[in-house]
């Protein structure tokens, strides 16, 4: 885990990288805990984010490697407005439905997390990365 602190109004940062194994998930919660300290917002975004990076995670790590070796790395970046956070996998990825509602019969396995990301966020985006893998990103606006 590395990152970078300062108390000047500009961004804090902390990136972790985790086996990509359910077990871990827990660790990526934890960091993000420590960094709502620093950031000072209330615990109902914190509870919204974990839940967001949960399921985030989840994603990486029941579709990316089918049960093989890797790894998923969490990018957080803590804004005096907001809270941006990453979460990459350099595994095989799958088809997000970004477009069917969370009610909807329409969801595909995994398609619930991502609904439930949207749902939580102020914005997300999810894509491809050139050289494998997927890149998921949601941002928090802060009070």
Known sequence: M???ANGN???SSIRLTIPAKAEYITLGRLALTGLARVG???QDVLGD???ALTEACTNSVRHAY???AGVV???YELHPDRLVVEVVDEGEGFEPRLDAEPDSDELSEGGLG???IQALADD???QRRGGGGSCLRFVKLLP
Request: charged residues 15%.
């Open 73 to 75: 790395e969490i990018h």
């Open 124 to 126: 997300f985006e999810i």
């Open 2 to 4: 590395s990152g970078i």
């Open 66 to 68: 089918e049960g093989g």
């Open 40 to 42: 000072a917002f209330p």
């Open 114 to 116: 991502i609904a439930i």
């Open 49 to 51: 984010m974990k839940l």
């Open 9 to 11: 109004g500009q961004a």
